[in-house]
């Protein structure tokens, strides 16, 4: 190595060490024991099981649901909720007064840094059956219903898009200020209605921001277990149980941690092809 190209590599060596250190080492411990029959009770010491871990949960009726389930939770929250509702509030925002904006502004994010425990009692308490959506269903003459069991991965599903989307709509408020007056207004003055505007013009200049935004939402919306947990439990049933909680229960409450690491790893695995698609869009030139 040359000294102009030590030079360049000595003010990140620290970051990369870290990062092999932090992350790129816990990752291959949890990589090897994916392949290992690794418990946490009742074992002396473990052995190698090879691919047996992997071929247990595609065989295992119960990890499928789960895989669905997490599907369903991130298209639903993140991808639609979180992405459509940041994108609308940002677009509104922006023709808003100022007093709209600020209050506007400040009820979303602070839902957003309300800790995940106390957001996911609040949203408990209002889909619950004595809840606040039911009060207001009856208030209004209409059917009301027991949400935690009969939609429970909808109302996980509605507590993450409340509980998320302001990091959207932060997001796409920087990015719509990026975009140059001029160009609106002449789009305005040949006669381009809102939603012709939106397509033609603010979509394609903000593509690299959707891009990172989905990309981050939908990492985040993979891992989430504290809001979940706390609402439904996974239940019933299994109705609501994502791949964490899934991986959760297997490890830590069957003591299968061998088993639990390798569903951790494939969750791992569906984030990456996530964040390659996403990456890809990303280079994408506007």
Known sequence: MTGRALSRALPVSPAVILL??????PIGYCAYIAFTDLQLTGQAESSFVGFDNFRKAFGDEAFLNAVWLTLVFTVVSSLIGQNTIGLALASLMQRASKPVRTLTGAIVITAWVLPEVVAAFLLYAFFRREG?????????????QNWMYT?????????????????????YSAALNEIPKEITEAA????????????HITLPMIRRSIGTNLMLN?????????LIWVMTRGGPGNRSQTLPLFMYEQAFQKSMIGYGTAVALLL???????SLVYMRLLRTEV
Do not use: K, Y
Not at 20 to 25: D, P, R, V
């Open 132 to 144: 606040t959506l039911n009060a207001v269903l009856d208030f209004l003459h209409l059917p009301s």
């Open 188 to 199: 305005e003055v040949d006669g381009a209605g809102g939603w012709r505007r939106m397509w």
């Open 20 to 25: 092999l250190l932090f992350l790129a080492g």
């Open 218 to 226: 939908t990492l985040q919306t993979l891992s989430v277990f504290g």
């Open 151 to 171: 939609l429970p991965i909808l109302a996980v599903s509605f507590a993450n898009v409340w509980r998320g989307t302001a990091f959207s709509m932060l997001v």
């Open 268 to 274: 791992l695995v569906v984030g990456s092809l996530f």
